[in-house]
């Protein structure tokens, strides 16, 4: 229990630099410097301002200096953070597992919001992903290494001939993390790829039934958060998904 509990306070920390990460990332602006600062006056925030979850509370979710309103989405990407790392050491048995867990939790998070808010999947998330997932492999768990490949081009080349197929309606950032995926997850990237495709289709057939066919068609969706969404599915549970059905067969 100790340990989940550290994990969560962790989690909430890494949350709050991801915010940073969201915001800054996108428009290639440094993640380091500046200190964070309010986006309406400018005011550098001060370290009592800056605790996750609760100096939003304390502040009722407005700047000290200013009175301008922080958006809610901060203290709920601290507390899904925090949510998925303890998630992670309260489930997983093995070193490997809670490392790639943690990482895998790192990774999708600003992903998912980036992709939302820009429709881009960057490459400085998904590069430095995939090689943390291979370190951290070769590190704790060399037999894992082979299956972890093999998975990395299987998903990543499904979504390459999908992209090749249909380039407008998947991009090369779809590719990479499906990809990246492949290398934490091994054959439960099946189950991943499922997931998002499922509520892809979901979140598609609900647009076309409120906009109309036509309309709806031409209605952009980032299927970025579906891949990040049924990544962390098929983490917790991909695996006796992947036992079950084979068990069909």
Same mark, same amino acid.
């Given at each position: 229990?100790?340990?989940?509990? /550290?994990?969560?306070?962790?989690?909430?920390?890494?949350?709050?630099?991801?915010?940073?990460?969201?915001?800054? /990332?996108?428009?290639? =602006?440094?993640?380091?410097?500046?200190?964070?600062?309010?986006?309406?006056?400018?005011? $550098?925030?001060?370290?009592? *301002?800056?605790?996750?979850?609760?100096?939003w509370l304390a502040l009722h979710g407005r700047c000290r200096a200013c009175g =301008?309103? %922080?958006?809610? $989405?901060?203290?709920?990407?601290?507390?899904?953070?925090?949510?998925?790392?303890?998630?992670?050491?309260?489930?997983? *048995?093995?070193?490997?597992?809670?490392?790639?867990?943690?990482?895998?939790?790192?990774?999708?998070?600003? %992903?998912?919001?980036?992709?939302? *808010?820009?429709?881009?999947?960057?490459? @400085?998330?998904?590069?430095?992903?995939?090689? @943390?997932?291979?370190?951290?492999?070769?590190?704790?768990?060399? &037999?894992?290494?082979?299956?972890?490949? %093999?998975?990395?081009?299987?998903?990543?080349?499904?979504?390459?001939?999908?992209?090749?197929?249909?380039?407008?309606?998947?991009?090369? &950032?779809?590719?990479?993390?499906?990809?990246?995926?492949?290398?934490? /997850?091994?054959?439960? @990237?099946?189950?991943?790829?499922?997931?998002?495709?499922?509520?892809?289709?979901?979140?598609?057939?609900?647009? %076309?039934? $409120?906009?109309?066919?036509?309309?709806?068609?031409?209605?952009?969706?980032?299927?970025?958060?579906?891949?990040?969404?049924?990544?962390?599915?098929?983490?917790?549970?991909?695996?006796?998904?992947?036992?079950?059905?084979? *068990?069909?067969?």
């Amino acid at each position: 229990m100790t340990a989940v509990i /550290l994990a969560a306070l962790a989690g909430l920390l890494v949350g709050s630099s991801l915010t940073v990460v969201v915001d800054r /990332l996108p428009p290639g =602006e440094s993640l380091v410097r500046p200190r964070p600062r309010c986006r309406a006056c400018g005011t $550098r925030l001060r370290a009592i *301002d800056s605790v996750p979850v609760v100096s939003w509370l304390a502040l009722h979710g407005r700047c000290r200096a200013c009175g =301008e309103p %922080i958006g809610v $989405r901060y203290p709920l990407v601290e507390l899904t953070t925090g949510g998925l790392y303890a998630a992670v050491v309260a489930t997983q *048995d093995d070193a490997l597992g809670v490392v790639l867990g943690l990482l895998l939790v790192t990774a999708l998070v600003p %992903i998912t919001l980036i992709d939302l *808010d820009h429709r881009i999947i960057p490459n @400085a998330i998904t590069g430095p992903g995939a090689l @943390a997932a291979l370190v951290a492999i070769v590190a704790l768990d060399l &037999g894992f290494l082979g299956e972890a490949l %093999i998975a990395a081009a299987a998903a990543g080349g499904f979504f390459l001939a999908a992209a090749l197929v249909n380039p407008r309606g998947m991009g090369m &950032g779809d590719v990479k993390l499906a990809a990246m995926l492949g290398l934490y /997850l091994g054959r439960a @990237a099946a189950a991943a790829i499922l997931v998002a495709l499922v509520g892809g289709l979901v979140v598609g057939l609900a647009i %076309i039934a $409120r906009k109309g066919a036509r309309e709806g068609r031409r209605t952009a969706v980032a299927f970025g958060p579906f891949l990040a969404v049924g990544g962390m599915v098929a983490f917790f549970v991909g695996e006796d998904l992947v036992d079950s059905y084979v *068990d069909t067969l």
